[in-house]
């Protein structure tokens, strides 16, 4: 299993204006980056692509789960830096 570099109870601590939905996509997404060592730059490029995709077509609501998925976790790390 895939550690994660903050636990999500950290991070709600930390940044209360995350929801639930907000720390699963982190979560899901963080896994999935990290779980490949020598993949992690494609897989985090591939999500920030599925992110702009889903971002450009969200008024039409032609999404896919995974670009939905790698919005919501752009939309987290948003809430994070912000």
Not at 13 to 37: G, H, I, M, N, Q
Not at 39 to 56: K, N, T
């Amino acid at each position: 299993m895939t550690q994660l570099p903050v636990e999500p109870a950290r991070l709600r601590t930390c940044f209360p204006s995350l929801t639930d939905e907000d720390v699963d996509a982190y979560v899901a997404v963080t896994k999935r980056v990290l779980a490949d060592p020598r993949s992690r730059g494609r897989a985090m490029a591939e999500v920030m692509a599925a992110a702009q995709r889903a971002s450009e077509r969200e008024a039409g609501g032609e999404i896919t789960e995974d670009e939905r998925l790698a919005l919501r976790y752009l939309r987290a790390v948003g809430k994070m830096q912000g």
